[in-house]
């Protein structure tokens, strides 16, 4: 098989949470691309998730969409059923939808800790128990990519709960790598570094971080785009990935290479920055 067919997913279902915007649309756009079919679930951005829908028709593939809030985890099986009927099979499952407060530890309310963990940790669990369930009855050796983050290894200031989440999520990967894996069912993440979507637009930040945090992104001092992303979830649904499991490709243009940053200390003979 060429390396071309390896990465070829004609023929393959993707259900891609949180499809309508930023990473999610981006990685339905780009499996579509690459051949497969996509259903995508959104919260509430409808015209978004339209169009996200409509980007995928015109590759010529076909697209669903599904209006749930991942967070009332007790009508994930049903979405699962629906989406299942709906496509007739699912091959690749996508939880990427997330989402984050930026807020000190002793401010964090029960309500905001909930549904974090509810939306970036819970329902991963859940609607990944409901399309696995099915794709080992099916007898499909299925993909999941869980959308993980930098922040699932290594914590940063004013987000408790979405470290947590995401710590969560790296370990839930792992556990059900082992228990999948007989099935043929890979799990990996994908943990991306600062990407240039909406999810931290309320963020109460000094813009000064944001440059201070560049100088610190080794890879050309620029923070992520949303087709970065891309490439890793093509390979991690198609035959390219098919022996890799529990494991996560992280995507932050190098930030967790260094422990404290030391390059602005460095003398400058030793720079070849200009
Ligand atoms: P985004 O631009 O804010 O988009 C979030 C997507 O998730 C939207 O499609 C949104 O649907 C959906 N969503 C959010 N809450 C939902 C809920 N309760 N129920 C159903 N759908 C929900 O986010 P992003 O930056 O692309 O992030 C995608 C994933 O990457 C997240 O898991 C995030 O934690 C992770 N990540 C992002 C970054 C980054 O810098 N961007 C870094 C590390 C990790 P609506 O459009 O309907 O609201």
């Known amino acids: ?27 339905a756009v780009g499996l579509a691309e690459h051949g497969a079919d996509v259903a995508m679930v959104y919260r509430s951005a409808e015209a978004e998730a339209a169009s996200a829908a409509e980007a995928v028709r015109k590759l010529g593939r076909r697209a ?3 209006k749930q809030d991942l967070a009332e985890t007790d009508k994930l099986a049903c979405l699962a059923q ?3 009927n709906d496509c007739g099979r699912i091959d690749i499952l ?11 530890f002793e401010e ?10 509810a939306v970036n940790l819970d329902a991963v669990f859940f609607l990944t128990q409901s399309i696995s369930r099915r ?17 699932g290894f290594v914590a940063e200031a004013g987000l408790a709960h979405y470290n947590a ?18 099935f043929g069912i890979t799990v990996n993440t994908i943990a991306p570094g600062i990407i240039e979507t909406e999810i931290g637009g309320e963020f109460d930040l000094d813009p000064a971080f944001f440059d201070y945090y560049k100088e610190h992104i080794p890879l050309e001092h620029r ?35 260094e422990q404290v940053p030391r390059m602005q200390f460095m003398p400058a003979s030793k720079l070849r920055r200009e």
């Open 1 to 27: 098989m060429s390396v071309k067919e390896r990465f070829d997913l004609t023929g393959k279902v993707a259900l891609v949470t949180g499809g309508s915007r930023g990473i999610g649309r981006a990685i």
């Open 64 to 66: 669903w969409t599904y």
């Open 82 to 84: 629906r989406a299942w």
């Open 94 to 104: 996508v939880n990427n939808a997330g989402m984050a407060y930026l807020e000190r």
């Open 108 to 117: 964090i309310t029960p309500e905001h800790w909930r549904r974090v963990l």
């Open 135 to 151: 794709m080992v009855e099916a007898g499909i050796k299925g993909r999941i990519i869980n959308l993980s983050s930098k922040n």
């Open 165 to 182: 989440s995401k710590g969560g999520v790296e370990l839930l990967t792992q556990s059900l790598a082992i228990e999948l894996g007989p």
């Open 223 to 257: 923070f992520g785009s949303v087709e970065d992303c891309v490439g890793a979830a093509v390979f991690l649904a198609s035959r390219a990935g098919a022996y890799m499991t529990g494991q996560h490709l992280i995507i932050d243009g190098g930030v967790l290479c």
